[in-house]
């Protein structure tokens, strides 16, 4: 069974960092994407940025230039470093892992961007 745990989310001030790490544990392929979707209230959940494991990445035109996504392979764990935060990024972030066909969430992390 795979499980995934996310970490690094907060309250910050517009302006501020803040980076997310997901950490993937169990039966783990090597090849696989790991990614970073957002979901706002009363917003349909959204892609953020992702990661294969042979190193292509991919970005939301809305985070493009701010975050940036990286993975530890060795670690399955996926980071994502967000710089420049706007109150437009407050969202429940969550990590998605997809492997042998099948499609993992993680429980999600708040992010808060105060003006």
């Known amino acids: 069974q795979v499980h995934l745990v996310e970490s690094g989310g907060g309250l910050v001030q517009a302006g501020e960092s803040l980076r997310l790490s997901c950490a993937a544990s169990?039966?783990?392929?090597?090849?696989?994407?790991m990614g970073w979707y957002r979901q706002a209230p009363g917003k349909q959940r959204e892609l953020v940025a992702t990661?294969?494991?042979?190193?292509?990445?991919n970005y939301a035109d809305s985070v493009k230039g701010r975050f940036t996504i990286s993975r530890d392979n060795a670690k399955n764990t996926v980071y994502l470093q967000m710089n420049s935060l706007k109150p437009e990024d407050t969202a429940v972030y969550y990590c998605?892992?997809?492997?042998?066909?099948?499609?993992?969430w993680g429980p999600g992390t708040q992010v808060t961007v105060s003006s």
């Open positions: 990661a294969t494991s042979g190193g292509s990445t």
């Open positions: 169990g039966s783990i392929s090597r090849n696989n994407a």
């Open positions: 998605k892992l997809v492997q042998l066909g099948r499609t993992l």
